[in-house]
């Protein structure tokens, strides 16, 4: 497949943003994005770079669907709470669409197990290795059968489960006891179990915590404010990460 690196994408729409090669700090996280918005607001630039989240329609096995406020409302609080220039618009996208890598960060969501057919698996697998980021929320129902999808999709990687001092849950908002609960399942503590290429998580499954429906309106869970505050928050959290990383 001929598409440009995803990453090199990132680069151009943050205008120079990773010059240095190196990752950043949460303290350098506001003030980069905010010169990259000034940069895009100069003479003779019409419209701002935006970044394009998606949701990921996957063939086979569960409600991808679900939660349909759950993702523009998190897009929304980005918009709102910090400088990062995204797309506020739920886009839609399945893994044989041509412009799929023009999207960065992929969600995927549901309640049931899920499964990837061979030219499905290629696919996310070129996306993962050229810089795409997948981030998958467990509804409900979703952990066993993904966990095996993980294993499939990179045999040569282990699947791990990520420590709490890990930069995902530090990369702009501390979260020093690893992800929130949300909604409860199981009485199992959250979980987030991830795929590690050249030092980068490049794949984030969480389990037994259920951000998404803390994105989703008040009215549909009855989540309250705080709750709801920490699934977003943690939320800014993965998309930093998976950008800036």
Same mark, same amino acid.
């Given at each position: 497949?001929?598409?440009?690196?995803?990453?090199?994408?990132?680069? %151009?729409?943050?205008? &120079?943003?990773?010059? @240095?090669?190196? *990752?950043? +700090?949460?303290?350098?996280?506001?003030? #980069? %994005?905010?010169?990259? &918005?000034?940069?895009? @607001?100069?003479? *003779?630039? +019409?419209?701002?770079?935006?970044?394009? #989240?998606?949701?990921?329609?996957?063939?086979?096995?569960?409600?991808?669907?679900?939660?349909?406020?759950?993702?523009?409302?998190?897009?929304?609080?980005?918009?709102?709470?910090?400088?990062?220039?995204?797309?506020?618009?739920?886009?839609?996208?399945?893994?044989?669409?041509?412009?799929?890598?023009?999207?960065?960060?992929?969600?995927?969501?549901?309640?049931?197990?899920?499964?990837?057919?061979?030219?499905?698996?290629?696919?996310?697998?070129?996306?993962?290795?050229?810089?795409?980021?997948?981030?998958?929320?467990?509804?409900?129902?979703?952990?066993?059968?993904?966990?095996?999808?993980?294993?499939?999709?990179?045999?040569?990687?282990?699947?791990?489960?990520?420590?709490?001092?890990?930069?995902?849950?530090?990369?702009?908002?501390?979260?020093?006891?690893?992800?929130?609960?949300?909604?409860?399942?199981?009485?199992?503590?959250?979980?987030?179990?991830?795929?590690?290429?050249?030092?980068?998580?490049?794949?984030?499954?969480?389990?037994?915590?259920?951000?998404?429906?803390?994105?989703?309106?008040?009215?549909?869970?009855?989540?309250?404010?705080?709750?709801?505050?920490?699934?977003?928050?943690?939320?800014?959290?993965?998309?930093?990460?998976?950008?800036?990383?």
């Amino acid at each position: 497949m001929g598409t440009k690196p995803i990453k090199f994408v990132i680069y %151009l729409i943050l205008i &120079l943003l990773i010059a @240095s090669g190196q *990752g950043f +700090t949460q303290s350098s996280v506001e003030a #980069i %994005l905010e010169r990259t &918005l000034k940069r895009s @607001s100069q003479p *003779g630039q +019409t419209e701002k770079p935006q970044i394009k #989240i998606a949701r990921l329609h996957y063939s086979s096995g569960g409600d991808w669907y679900w939660g349909s406020s759950a993702v523009s409302n998190m897009l929304r609080f980005i918009n709102r709470e910090s400088s990062f220039p995204v797309d506020t618009f739920e886009h839609k996208i399945s893994l044989t669409d041509a412009d799929l890598f023009n999207y960065p960060f992929l969600f995927a969501t549901g309640h049931s197990p899920i499964s990837f057919t061979s030219e499905e698996k290629e696919t996310l697998r070129e996306y993962l290795v050229k810089g795409g980021f997948l981030f998958v929320n467990d509804s409900y129902g979703m952990n066993g059968s993904f966990i095996k999808e993980m294993e499939s999709l990179f045999p040569e990687r282990e699947v791990v489960e990520l420590p709490f001092n890990h930069p995902i849950y530090h990369s702009f908002y501390d979260f020093h006891n690893g992800p929130p609960k949300i909604h409860e399942h199981d009485s199992k503590p959250p979980r987030g179990h991830a795929i590690i290429l050249n030092g980068r998580v490049v794949l984030y499954f969480l389990v037994e915590s259920d951000i998404g429906d803390g994105w989703e309106d008040a009215a549909v869970h009855n989540d309250p404010p705080e709750k709801r505050l920490e699934a977003f928050k943690m939320g800014v959290n993965i998309i930093s990460y998976a950008l800036l990383y």
